[in-house]
C-alpha cells in the first residue's frame, strides 16, 4: 500500500505569514495528489487538485505543485479564515483508491 | 446546486450492523464520471476512504474492510447506501458521503455531506 507522509503535523503562524506543507508519498503516484482544508465539525473542502491545479472558485493564495513522490502546498499570504487542518490525499483508478496523509493542523503564533 | 445529506443511526451497538444513507441532488448518479463514495474519520484523526460506486454500478472497497462493506444504489432515489458488519467501538467517527466527479482520470471530490457521528458502544 502506498503511505503518505505530511508533514509537518502541525505549525503556528501569523496573518500574513507564507505557509508551506509537504506530503511525501512512498512510491510515484505521478501527480494523483489533492488537498484538502478541514475546519472543526466540517466537512473536508477540496482547494487543490492534481497536484497543482486550483480548485473553481479557491482563492490565488493557495497554490500546490510537485510530481512523483514529493508534493507542495503552500499559502502565499496566511489569511484569518485559513487557520484550520489541511491533508494531502492520493487516489487512484488502477485500482481504485484513496490514502489521506495524516493532516497539518495550522493555528495561531 | 449539488448537495448530499448523510442519515442513519448515531448510535449502534458492538456487533451490530450498521447502515447508513446518502441523500444526494444536484446530479445523476447514471451520468458517465460520476459516483459516490463513503469517507470516515475518527475523532481527531484523518479521514479514510472507505467505499465508492460509480455511474455504471462499479463498486470499490478499500481492503482492510472490503469483507465488512456493502455499497449500493438507488438512482431513482438518489441515493447510496453503507452497510458496515460487526461494528466495533473502533469504527466510532464521522461518516462522510461525497461526490466524485471523474473528468479524463482525473478523482475530483468536489462536494461532501456534512457528516453523520456514528459511536459504537454498549
Known amino acids: 500500500d502506498i503511505q503518505m507522509t505530511q508533514s509537518p503535523s502541525s505549525l503556528s503562524a501569523s496573518v500574513g505569514d507564507r505557509v508551506t506543507i509537504t506530503c511525501q508519498a512512498s512510491q510515484d503516484i505521478v501527480n494523483y495528489l489533492n488537498w484538502y482544508q478541514q475546519k472543526p465539525g466540517k466537512a473536508p473542502k477540496l482547494l487543490i487538485y492534481?497536484?497543482?491545479n486550483l480548485e473553481t472558485g479557491v482563492p490565488l493564495r493557495f497554490s500546490g505543485s510537485g510530481s512523483g513522490t514529493h508534493f507542495t502546498f503552500t499559502i502565499s499570504s496566511l489569511q484569518p479564515e485559513d487557520f484550520a487542518t489541511y491533508y494531502c490525499q492520493h487516489y487512484d483508478n488502477l485500482p481504485p483508491l484513496c490514502t489521506f496523509g495524516q493532516g497539518t493542523k495550522v493555528d495561531v503564533k | 446546486q449539488v448537495t448530499l445529506r448523510e442519515s442513519g443511526p448515531a448510535l449502534v451497538k458492538p456487533t451490530q450492523t450498521l447502515t447508513l444513507t446518502c441523500t444526494f441532488s444536484?446530479?445523476?448518479?447514471?451520468?458517465?464520471?460520476?459516483?459516490v463514495t463513503w469517507i470516515r474519520q475518527p475523532p481527531g484523526k484523518a479521514p479514510e476512504w472507505l467505499a465508492r460506486?460509480?455511474?455504471?454500478?462499479?463498486?470499490f472497497y478499500t481492503s482492510s474492510l472490503k469483507t465488512r462493506l456493502t455499497i449500493s444504489k438507488d438512482t431513482s432515489k438518489n441515493q447510496v447506501a453503507l452497510t458496515m458488519t460487526n461494528m466495533d467501538p473502533v469504527d466510532t467517527g464521522t461518516y462522510y458521503c461525497a461526490r466524485i466527479r471523474m473528468v479524463a482520470g482525473t478523482q475530483l471530490f468536489d462536494f461532501w455531506g456534512q457528516g453523520i457521528l456514528v459511536t459504537v458502544s454498549s
Open positions: 444536484g446530479f445523476s448518479l447514471s451520468a458517465f464520471g460520476m459516483c
Open positions: 460506486i460509480d455511474w455504471d454500478d462499479d463498486k
Open positions: 492534481d497536484a497543482s
